[in-house]
């Protein structure tokens, strides 16, 4: 019926298309329910430079995957503010894999102009004892092909006079 040129030719179409649904057993989780969203924690911020017009800092992250397969991560996506002014905003497209019940550390960097918010934060430090509200959000991005988005949202307080030096 067929050579055997063309059943090695079947054959190989078959699995080359069969190949790139191989991995997407880990991501039968996702279908199912039984997928825990990974917790995300902002661990640091690192100054890396400050200039009068830019200014450039490092978050750095840490994701924890609590599922029994490994979670493809394909970036972030993230807005800080302090009180309610914007100060950045942007997208880290970094692609790396948390391992099953692991995690991974990672790290984002942002680039920010401060000097448009000058008044607004010389207002905030003349009272140096009194606490500043920040907010981080963010959405990291899942999995290859059906990927789920995990929001991120942490809210704190900062108090300028415990970083000011005297």
């Avoid at 017009?53 to 993230?78: A, C, H, K, M, T």
């Avoid at 099953?100 to 000097?115: C, D, I, K, Y």
């Amino acid at each position: 019926m067929f050579s055997q040129a063309q059943m090695i030719r079947i054959l190989s179409l078959l699995f080359v298309f069969a190949l790139p649904f191989s991995g997407l057993s880990g991501c039968s989780t996702w279908f199912t329910g039984s997928f825990q969203e990974p917790e995300i924690r902002l661990l640091k911020v690192d100054v890396v430079r400050a200039k009068l017009l830019e200014q450039q800092f490092v978050l750095r992250f840490r994701i924890d995957n609590p599922n029994d397969v490994s979670l493809p991560v394909r970036g972030l996506n993230y807005t800080v503010h302090l009180n309610d002014v914007k100060l950045a905003a942007g997208e880290s497209s970094t692609w790396f894999t948390v391992p099953a019940h692991g995690s991974h550390t990672f790290e984002v960097p942002v680039r920010t102009n401060l000097w448009r918010h000058m008044k607004y934060i010389v207002k905030l430090l003349e009272k140096p004892d009194e606490p500043i509200k920040y907010r981080l959000q963010g959405e990291v991005k899942t999995g290859f092909m059906f990927g789920k988005s995990v929001h991120l949202s942490r809210n704190g307080e900062i108090i300028p006079g415990s970083y000011i030096p005297e």
